[in-house]
Every structure is written in structure tokens, then in C-alpha cells.
Nanobody, 126 residues
Framework: QVQLVESGGGSVQSGGSLRLSCTASGYTYSSGLMGWFRQAPGKEREGVAALNREGTRRYADSVKGRFVISQDNAKNTLYLQMNSLKPEDTAMYYC????????????????????WGQGTQVTVSS
């Protein structure tokens, strides 16, 4: 059974930084798509950052230059380093993984993932 557990969320002032972590059990990162998504109240879930097993990374335009996705295969952990945070980054953040072998065109699309964590809240105040 696949389990993804996020941590690292919290409250921070505008311009601050946070690093989210997502540790997997029952699943090996680098075997498929891995990504971070977020969902603010009243909004649809959106892709923030993702990478495939070849190491190709993709970012939402709104976070390019501020967020960095990375993985530690030895720890089976996915990270999202978030810098220069803005109030509009406030949301529940979810990590996700795919074990079906979908193509990279699904990198930032929720339908490309079949395993999800429970989410960690990020709140950025102005």
C-alpha cells in the first residue's frame, strides 16, 4: 500500500521560505511522475512543480524562479523548497506520485497521479 506523508508546512511572512518534504512508503520515487500540487479554498487543485524519472522538471509560471523541486532517492523523499513566498501561495499543498507509467505531458495535471498525500497547510501573511 502506497503512503505519502507531507511535512514542513506552516505560517510565514511574505518573502520568507519553507521546505516541504514528502516521504513515501510502498512506492519508490523515480519510478514515475512525482509532483507537488496546491489547492486554495474555492479554487481547483493546481500543479506547482513536478519531475519525471528522467529528471525533467516543470514548474507553474507563478512559482518559476522561487520554488525548487528535488528528491533524495536514498531517503525516498520528495522536497519542495519555497522561497520569496507571497500571500497568494497560501494553500494546502499535496505531494503526488504516479505508478501507472503515464507520460510526462501529465506532469502538472492532477489526473496524471494516482497516489496522494494528506496535505500540509502553507499560510503566507503580508
Amino acid at each position: 500500500q502506497v503512503q505519502l506523508v507531507e511535512s514542513g508546512g506552516g505560517s510565514v511572512q511574505s518573502g520568507g521560505s519553507l521546505r516541504l518534504s514528502c516521504t513515501a512508503s510502498g512506492y519508490t520515487y523515480s519510478s514515475g511522475l512525482m509532483g507537488w500540487f496546491r489547492q486554495a479554498p474555492g479554487k481547483e487543485r493546481e500543479g506547482v512543480a513536478a519531475l519525471n524519472r528522467e529528471g525533467t522538471r516543470r514548474y507553474a509560471d507563478s512559482v518559476k524562479g522561487r520554488f525548487v523541486i528535488s528528491q533524495d532517492n536514498a531517503k525516498n523523499t520528495l522536497y519542495l523548497q519555497m522561497n520569496s513566498l507571497k500571500p497568494e501561495d497560501t494553500a494546502m499543498y499535496y505531494c503526488a506520485a504516479d505508478s501507472r507509467g503515464v507520460s510526462s505531458r501529465w506532469l502538472l495535471l492532477p489526473a496524471g497521479y494516482n497516489h496522494w498525500g494528506q496535505g500540509t497547510q502553507v499560510t503566507v501573511s503580508s
